[in-house]
């Protein structure tokens, strides 16, 4: 007991010293890379548990899920010694892989991954995935303002891709397995996204672009920041604590790019949809049928000759109405004109046919 107290004392001992974010980044870097990488492991190695039944599966996609940003910065990079694929050039990473894998996944009677159930050890393994993820950013930040000076883009977008490419990757392979819940990363942006895009943002322009911070400030305040998240979201919730959301909506709206949800629909299907609906024609009235075994014309009945009386109104329009059959059946048409209102004169014409 003495020994692990004296272990953790050692630890926190650079923490303990602080003055000023140089301080602060100096005792980042006293943590041991190794621990952190079995945390970090270990952590991966719980996710998409439905894909346990698919071994080889569930081995690529957790290891995508934490170095697959690593993976696709290194092959952007195009350079294999300061930008190595982490699982092809290190032994000892790929043997600690398998390792915290087999441990979590098939160690007998799931006793792993028991013990990483447990809040405060589940808590220390985020810490470490967050802890490397972090470093990751800021180190591709770097190479890329060395190997492609000048150049805006090249920062931003593998500083990004460092922090989100496993989550873009694996979001891919879990829809082709029918794994995928809800959008994926690249349809709907999360947290994942947003925060590598600020981290890597942030950090270029403090102290690339502007010279505002020195490399080492800048760092420390990334680090930091991305470390109070994991240990916030997991006492109130990512969606409280999810500070990038806010940043977000104000872009999007100075911008005037709208912000995707999940139940978004692009104008274009709305009108396909409009246009897919068939159109409701009414029903053309049918003659009724002759009876049967009867004459057809004694089915139709006859239609009553009608006389029409039209007369004048005065603003000198024709207005017509029925009257009456004749007696002798022939059509009379009483045609009424009304030149003058004021006289009360009528003339009226019989006409026959």
Same mark, same amino acid.
């Given at each position: 007991?003495?020994? #692990? ?40 190695? +719980? ?11 569930? $081995? ?6 934490? $170095?697959?940003?690593?993976? &696709? ?19 000892? =990473? ?8 087999? =441990? ?10 028991? #013990? ?7 808590? #220390? ?8 993820? /972090? !470093?990751? &950013? ?8 060395? @190997? ?13 891709? /460092? ?9 891919? &392979? ?5 794994? @995928?819940?809800?959008? /994926? ?5 999360? $947290?994942?996204?947003?925060? +590598? ?14 010279? @505002? ?14 470390? #109070? ?37 692009? +104008? ?8 897919? *609906?068939? @159109? ?20 139709? *009945?006859? *239609? ?7 007369? *004048? ?26 030149? !003058? ?13």
């Amino acid at each position: 007991m003495d020994d #692990i107290l004296g272990s953790l004392r050692a630890a926190l001992q650079p923490f303990l010293k602080v003055t000023n974010l140089t301080d602060l980044y100096s005792a980042y870097t006293t943590i041991p890379t190794e621990y952190a990488l079995v945390g970090h492991c270990l952590f991966l190695a +719980a996710l998409a548990p439905e894909f346990k039944h698919r071994f080889l599966v569930h $081995f690529w996609i957790t290891f995508l899920a934490g $170095f697959g940003g690593g993976v &696709i910065t290194s092959i952007l990079m195009m350079d294999p010694v300061k930008a190595p694929i982490s699982i092809l050039a290190n032994n000892s =990473l790929g043997v600690t892989w398998f390792i915290c894998w087999w =441990l979590m996944v098939y160690s007998p009677f799931n006793v792993v991954g028991r #013990i990483h159930s447990l809040p405060p050890v589940k808590l #220390i393994t985020k810490l470490c995935l967050t802890f490397l993820r /972090a !470093n990751l &950013i800021i180190n591709r930040v770097e190479l890329a303002v060395v @190997l492609f000076p000048g150049v805006i883009a090249a920062p931003l977008i593998l500083g990004t891709l /460092a922090g989100s490419g496993g989550k873009l990757l694996v979001d891919a &392979i879990r829809y082709h397995w029918d794994g @995928l819940r809800g959008p /994926a990363e690249a349809s709907v942006p999360t $947290f994942v996204w947003r925060s +590598a895009a600020l981290a890597a943002g942030g950090y270029w322009v403090a102290c690339k672009y502007t010279s @505002l911070l020195t490399s080492q400030e800048a760092a420390a305040v990334v680090i930091t920041v991305l470390l #109070i998240h994991s240990v916030l979201s997991d006492l109130f919730g990512s969606d409280v604590t999810d500070f990038t959301y806010p940043l977000a909506k104000i872009a999007h709206a100075l911008s005037l790019v709208p912000m995707p949800t999940e139940t978004a629909v692009p +104008a274009a299907s709305k009108a396909a949809k409009k246009s897919s *609906q068939p @159109l409701v024609k009414p029903a053309k009235q049918q003659a009724p049928a002759p009876a049967v075994g009867g004459n057809p014309k004694a089915s139709q *009945q006859p *239609q009553p000759s009608t006389s029409t009386v039209s007369s *004048q109104s005065k603003t000198g329009a024709l207005e017509t109405a029925p009257v009456k059959p004749a007696a002798s059946g022939k059509n009379v048409v009483v045609k009424v004109e009304s030149s !003058n209102v004021r006289n009360g004169k009528k003339q009226e014409s019989k006409k026959t046919k």
